[in-house]
């Protein structure tokens, strides 16, 4: 079974840049045919895809997240990073990474939160001066 542990800092500062990683275990991040994503939940609102990185190293952003967002991955350490850049308040949010596998079906969507079988526990972050 697919394990996933997100870290990084709980704070961050305004106009900084927020780095989180999520280390995989019980599973390979280049194996066909998963998506890793990044999802977020500020407080009092519902779950916000952000992006994703395919099996394959492809990416996929949220439109809305996409001109300060970067998903990157090591494969040698199997685990993947988001950096949201210019933070403000707004991104306050639990932050989780989650896994699906799309078992190759042309129709998988990975911004549909559905498609995700298995999610770390979340992390909190927020953004303070």
């Known amino acids: 079974q697919v394990q996933l542990q997100e870290s990084g800092p709980d704070l961050v500062k305004p106009s900084q840049t927020l780095s989180l990683t999520c280390t995989v275990s019980?599973?390979?991040?280049?194996?066909?045919?998963?998506?890793w994503s990044w999802i977020r939940q500020p407080p009092g609102k519902g779950l916000e895809w952000m992006g994703a990185i395919a099996y394959d190293g492809s990416t996929y952003y949220s439109p809305s997240l996409k001109s300060h967002t970067f998903i990157s991955r090591d494969t040698f350490k199997n685990q993947f990073s988001l950096q949201l850049s210019s933070v403000t308040p707004e991104d306050t949010a639990v932050y989780y990474c989650?896994?699906?596998?799309?078992?190759?079906?042309?129709?998988?969507?990975?911004?549909?939160?559905?498609?995700?079988?298995?999610w770390g526990q979340g992390t909190q972050v927020t953004v303070s001066s």
């Open positions: 019980g599973g390979d991040i280049t194996a066909n045919y998963y998506y």
């Open positions: 989650a896994s699906g596998d799309s078992k190759g079906r042309s129709d998988y969507d990975p911004r549909e939160l559905y498609e995700y079988d298995y």
